[in-house]
């Protein structure tokens, strides 16, 4: 239409630097004949930072009343169950619509022949198209020692495991590679001052790590999941 009016765009300058730059313009005509264009550029790379940041904290903050509103519901949710399978089950449909994982579960320890831990894997949740692992023998009575020792010595030091699955020992990407998980995290379940299970949260798309906000927000989880499961052993006792 002969006129262009703040447009944005990136440019090099003569420095090899990049900034932002807004340019209005428009064709000078004369009987018809295009003469020349006219207009200016403003530099606006620090209007364009501060726009940039605004919508950032914009999104960090919806994401954290998602993740609050999740915990609330999950806490509501606990708080209404006796049984420990329900506890197991109540809080992953919330914390899978929230968390953008694709697949949560919940494994409980258990002690074999030998007094080896194992561990077990309760309860699944996962999103649309990401098969189950819950019926995967391998899953059961899968014993620490063999392949997840640093699991056992961190969680039950109540330290979370988070990484890409490809920078993980041989031991353990021997189970999760198989299972199409690309990048994980996994919080301890303290019931009692006891190492008594995890939580863990796939992601068998791309590589991911969660951010120190989401990752205190599902800590969250995990302690108000441990808390019912020491309500429900306290009643069943």
């Not at 009987?31 to 207009?39: D, S, T, V």
């Not at 914390?95 to 949560?104: D, E, H, P, W, Y």
């Not at 392949?147 to 999760?176: C, H, K, N, T």
């Not at 791309?206 to 800590?219: F, G, P, Q, V, Y």
Request: proline share 4%.
């Amino acid at each position: 239409q002969g006129v262009v009016s703040d447009f944005k765009s990136q440019v090099y300058r003569r420095d090899g630097s990049i900034i932002w730059i807004s340019e209005s313009a428009r064709i000078v005509y004369d009987e018809g004949r295009l003469l020349y264009f006219e207009g200016t550029v403003e530099d606006v790379t620090e209007q364009q930072r501060s726009q940039v940041a605004l919508s950032q904290s914009q999104v960090a903050l919806a994401q954290r009343e998602r993740y609050l509103e999740a915990l609330v519901e999950v806490q509501r949710r606990l708080l209404s169950l006796e049984h420990e399978d329900e506890i197991y089950t109540a809080c992953l449909d919330p914390l899978g619509n929230v968390s953008r994982a694709n697949r949560i579960y919940i494994f409980t320890n258990s002690r074999g022949r030998a007094g080896s831990l194992l561990m077990n894997m309760r309860a699944e949740w996962c999103a649309e198209g990401i098969p189950a692992e819950i019926a995967n023998p391998l899953v059961q009575n899968l014993p620490y020692a063999g392949y997840f020792p640093r699991w056992q010595a961190m969680l039950a030091a109540g330290e979370p495991i988070q990484g890409i699955v490809a920078d993980f020992p041989a031991s353990e990407r021997s189970v999760l590679e198989p299972q199409g998980v690309v990048s994980i995290l996994v919080l301890p379940l303290i019931v009692h001052s006891e190492f008594f299970g995890f939580i863990g949260f796939d992601n068998c798309v791309d590589d991911r790590l969660w951010e120190a906000s989401e990752l205190t927000l599902l800590k969250a989880a995990s302690t108000a999941l441990a808390l019912a499961l020491e309500r429900q052993q306290t009643g069943a006792a």
